[in-house]
């Protein structure tokens, strides 16, 4: 009797190491995987699950180029760009009313998002401005 119960804890142990060997895998390549380190804002960013709280209280501006936010942007986003600034500016300042303005571009690595918040905020006179961490690449992958 002994011996059988070495032998089905023996198989037990074997079959949890290779039930673990997948799980571990699929934990660290798998390509929807959680992220291990938390997403932080850095000053003047927000988060997409922050804007998410606010409701309807956000105005969307997208500082791509025409052409890409011809072809997909987040619903209701006004276009912006520091080259169309005079034309542009005026419909995004009447459309601010107090909510609050987060402004895009493709990713992290796109720097006309911050551009055109700065310049929102110091000519345009608006303090609830804010960057989305991740830009629209971020706002695609929550929509998938």
């Known amino acids: 009797m002994p011996e059988t119960r070495k032998t089905i804890?023996?198989?037990?142990l074997i079959l949890s190491v290779l039930a673990i060997i997948p799980a571990a895998a699929s934990g660290l390549w798998h390509p929807r995987r959680p992220s291990?380190?938390?997403?932080?804002?850095?000053?003047?960013?927000v988060l997409l699950r922050t804007t998410r709280s606010w409701g309807g209280d956000v105005l969307w501006v997208d500082t791509r180029p025409p052409q890409d936010y011809l072809l997909d942007r987040i619903p209701g986003a006004l276009p912006l760009s520091v080259e169309?600034?005079?034309?542009?500016?005026?419909?995004?300042?009447?459309?601010?009313g107090g909510k609050h303005v987060v402004v895009y571009c493709a990713d992290n690595a796109c720097t006309s998002a911050r551009a055109v918040a700065d310049r929102l905020k110091r000519d345009g006179k608006l303090d609830k401005v804010y960057v989305l961490k991740g830009g629209f690449q971020a706002w695609n992958a929550a929509m998938q």
């Open 36 to 45: 291990w380190t938390p997403i932080v804002a850095s000053e003047g960013e």
């Open 9 to 12: 804890l023996s198989q037990m």
């Open 84 to 96: 169309q600034w005079n034309l542009l500016s005026p419909d995004i300042l009447a459309a601010a």
